[in-house]
């Protein structure tokens, strides 16, 4: 299974481009990486999906270099509302399962 | 997007009692449900995969005979606790997936079941 590591927490204030980066170095052939937001007491939500380069949607980017050892994602502008733990998941085909890591936990400040 | 449900949302129950969690994808046919369990400031862990129409799979550690998972139908799958305790006390989440979530199909989450036993 293709682990990952993020920084356990991050600190913002309101209006600044959040960029979150995950470590996934022995992500296979075939693995997706996908990021999902959680909010305390709630199940997570999805935020986007890639396989490589980048993939921007309505709430965030999703940065992939080509050796796809790393991922970033990126949170443009973000409000009191994002505070929350982000986790970045990478998909092990061979094991049709999603591991989640330890996650980053982001804090937004006014 | 696709909508899970849990039930019940919480659940306070005496030690030694069996509670059960019903999760349910609500507008789509899940071919593949999870459960997962998060204890305070932790990380989701992954407890079992469960396949409609046959046995679940647990991870490593966690035992098939306390959990125990039911997918009767591609739309709803139950865990249920057995024997509660204090330390089983947690946070119970489920996520459902139409086809193979490695392959890039998207889980959806339920809202989680927080269970606690006194």
């Known amino acids: 299974l293709a682990k990952t590591t993020q920084p356990i927490s991050m600190d913002s204030y309101e209006g600044q481009e959040v960029n979150i980066t995950c470590s996934h170095n022995?992500?296979?052939?075939?693995?997706?990486i996908t990021w999902y937001q959680q909010f305390p007491s709630q199940g997570p939500r999805f935020i986007i999906q890639g396989y490589k380069t980048k993939v921007t949607n309505e709430v965030a980017s999703l940065f992939i270099p080509a050796d796809r050892k790393s991922s970033t994602l990126s949170l443009p502008r973000v409000s009191l509302s994002d505070t929350a733990v982000y986790y970045c998941?990478?998909?092990?085909?061979?094991?049709?399962?999603?591991?989640f890591g330890t996650g980053t936990r982001l804090q937004v400040f006014p | 997007g696709a909508v899970v449900s849990q039930h019940p949302s919480r659940v306070i129950c005496k030690s030694g009692t069996s509670v059960k969690i019903e999760c349910r994808s609500l507008d789509f046919q899940a071919t593949t449900m999870f459960w997962y369990r998060q204890f305070p400031k932790q990380s989701l862990m992954l407890m079992a995969t469960s396949n409609e129409g046959s046995k679940a799979t647990y991870e490593q550690g966690v035992e098939k005979d306390k959990f125990l998972i039911n997918h009767a139908s591609l739309t709803l799958s139950t865990l249920t606790v057995t024997s509660a305790h204090p330390e089983d006390s947690s946070f119970y989440i489920c996520s459902a997936s139409q086809g193979l979530a490695a392959e890039g199909d998207e889980q959806f989450f339920g809202p989680g079941t927080r269970l606690t036993v006194l």
């Open positions: 998941l990478v998909g092990d085909i061979t094991a049709d399962k999603l591991i």
């Open positions: 022995n992500i296979a052939t075939n693995d997706y």
